[in-house]
């Protein structure tokens, strides 16, 4: 109940830190998507209705912050927690380049969702920015989510003693962490 | 049943179904103004002040920081600079000083009407025996033997060997210095005589005469060699010893021998000039 509770506070700290971070670092020209690698976090590590309530909010906050289209980033994180849900079946989150690879992936997927939304609904064509937005964002968003991943499988470790991932998600149903 | 096994699955699908009609909503009302929207963005608002505040504080302590790694370098930069301006500023310094006693010189000619020939100082000899000065200025230059050498605010002392394009000065302090002079206040007579570090000493003055300490010593003009009035100096001690029939008059000099850097000799006084001016007829 206390998660559900933080959670509207959570993301609105967590957007608005992302944004004043990437007004910092970038000045306008990258956003710095904290909240995507926390959506993919929560597809590893939480249940479905926990981190569908999360991408759901994060989505809606970032859409309200970043002034875009009310459901835009909510539709397209809710697709990245449910596509990060289903492939923690697959992947073990332990494995810091594959979590980096397919952060990349979803940061691509992300752009990708957001030249055809643009494409179709309000005809403008987003093509120009792949190669000087999109891939340098995608190529942040795997670094960070890297980063990201070690440091709360650190905390984890400290607050638990274990990490939480569930029994379900070991990635042992296809590319093995173990060695 | 159906809705049993399939839950997770319409779950996502109605929850999808949301997201799109939520995004299919705000397509059509493309106004701007949502409830929902405007309470997302007043939550975000204090949240965003805090951040600022916190990330402008931070910016501020790397600036400093950056500000403190150039900082070294700048104080080098600085360093040159002041030692440059320094340089400058002594130049700039001794050019200031140099017109303030050419002026003072300057003044001296316009107060006495006198034809003077200004020299510098370039080299002096205060032995034990002998107080005198050597000046850049020679017999070229029309200076002659006992010609009077002055400095403001008085008299410095005579040439007594004068070359070409050199002069010597024997200074009012030396002890085979002598001029007629006269207390200023009472017009006693006297001769004033050179006494070393200790000044000059005024002889042959009546111990009936009236000398104080403070008196103005000025020349007398009754020996031809110094024009009358020019400031001597002032009487520091006045000695009325038990044997003896004079005052033991001691006078300290207006002028300090020790930093004289340029003298005027004088050269012809008033009366000379108008002579020059108005050949005989």
């Given amino acids: ?179 | 049943m159906f809705f049993k096994n399939y839950r997770t699955v319409i779950l996502v699908g109605a929850v999808i179904v949301a997201a799109l009609v939520l995004l299919s909503y705000s397509l059509k009302r493309d106004s701007g103004e949502s409830v929902v929207k405007n309470l997302a963005l007043e939550a975000a608002a204090p949240v965003q002040k805090i951040f600022s505040a916190a990330i402008k504080g931070v910016d501020n302590a790397w600036e400093r920081y950056v500000h403190l790694v150039g900082l070294v370098e700048e104080n080098r930069n600085l360093k040159n600079k002041i030692a440059g301006l320094q340089t400058d500023l002594i130049l700039y310094k001794e050019g200031y000083q140099e017109a303030q006693r050419l002026q003072k010189l300057l003044s001296l000619q316009e107060e006495h009407q006198y034809e003077f020939i200004a020299a510098r100082v370039i080299g002096r000899e205060q032995a034990a025996l002998s107080k005198t000065i050597w000046i850049d200025k020679g017999s070229a230059s029309g200076l002659k033997p006992g010609m009077p050498v002055l400095a403001p605010p008085g008299l410095v002392g005579r040439l007594t060997d004068v070359s070409w394009h050199s002069s010597k000065v024997l200074l009012l302090i030396d002890e085979n210095s002598n001029a007629d002079v006269l207390v200023q206040r009472t017009r006693v007579q006297g001769i004033v005589r050179g006494a070393g570090s200790r000044g000059c000493v005024v002889r042959y003055v009546s111990k009936m005469e009236d000398v104080k300490e403070g008196d103005l010593i000025v020349t007398s003009g009754l020996s031809n060699i110094f024009p009358k009035g020019l400031l001597v100096g002032r009487v520091s001690h006045v000695g009325h010893m038990d044997v003896g029939l004079f005052l033991q008059i001691r006078v300290v000099p207006f002028v300090d021998f020790t930093t004289l850097e340029e003298v005027m000799v004088l050269a012809a006084d008033q009366r000379n000039i108008s002579q020059k001016k108005k050949p005989a007829k």
Wanted: contains cysteine; proline residues 1%; glycine residues 8%.
């Fill in chain 1, 1 to 179: 109940m206390i998660y559900y509770l933080l959670l509207p506070f959570v993301t609105i700290g967590l957007v608005v830190l992302q944004a004043t971070l990437a007004d910092i670092f970038f000045s306008g020209w990258l956003t710095l998507e904290l909240s995507l690698v926390v959506v993919i976090y929560a597809g590893f590590r939480l249940e479905l209705m926990q981190g569908m309530i999360l991408a759901l909010m994060t989505g809606f906050v970032f859409d309200s912050v970043s002034g875009s289209f009310l459901g835009l980033f909510t539709l397209i994180y809710l697709n990245i927690f449910l596509l990060s849900f289903f492939v923690s079946l697959r992947i073990a989150s332990e494995k810091l380049y594959l979590v980096a690879l397919f952060s990349l992936i979803c940061s691509l997927i992300e752009s990708f969702m957001l030249i055809l939304l643009y494409r179709y609904i309000f005809e403008f064509d987003m093509m120009s920015n792949v190669l000087m937005v999109f891939v340098p964002q995608a190529l942040l968003v795997g670094v960070l989510s890297a980063g990201f991943f070690h440091a709360m499988r650190k905390a984890e470790g400290l607050m638990y003693g274990k990490t939480i991932q569930s029994q379900q998600r070991t990635g042992t149903g296809g590319i093995s962490a173990k060695a």
